[in-house]
């Protein structure tokens, strides 16, 4: 992974702090495209349902399945997102330019509502060391 700099990290970090304002909003992390955590955190009070070895093997996973979805861009277009809907959460993924944005979500969550405001705070973070 490249170097990130303090405020390209200090960016991420409040971008996820005002993500996890919104409502049933538990998680939110940013990954580098080899699938390792650059910032992440969870809600204040929140619970996490996976062990930290767990956590950092979902977050391999999610880029990889990114990256294999990615293969049909130039036929299906780009994606946008995705949504995974569990039985006790969602997990909504989110690329940009530079990195997976991964939000845990309450089940029953508006997915649009979530990537918008993840958009909004992400696009606009200049990153120069990812």
């Not at 699938?35 to 929140?46: A, D, H, S």
């Amino acid at each position: 992974m490249a170097i990130v700099t303090s405020n390209e990290i200090i960016s991420l970090e409040t971008a996820c702090k005002n993500l996890l304002e919104m409502d049933k909003v538990r998680h939110v992390a940013v990954i580098s495209k080899l699938g390792k955590l650059v910032v992440g955190q969870f809600k204040p009070g929140v619970r996490p349902y996976l062990e930290n070895d767990q956590i950092k093997m979902v977050y391999m996973q999610l880029m990889l399945d990114l990256k294999m979805r990615q293969e049909l861009d130039e036929i299906l277009g780009p994606i946008d997102y995705i949504t995974s809907r569990r039985k006790n959460i969602s997990i909504i993924c989110v690329p940009t330019e530079h990195f997976l944005v991964v939000i845990s979500t309450e089940r029953n969550v508006s997915s649009s509502k979530v990537v918008t405001r993840a958009e909004e705070l992400f696009d606009i973070i200049n990153l120069n060391g990812i």
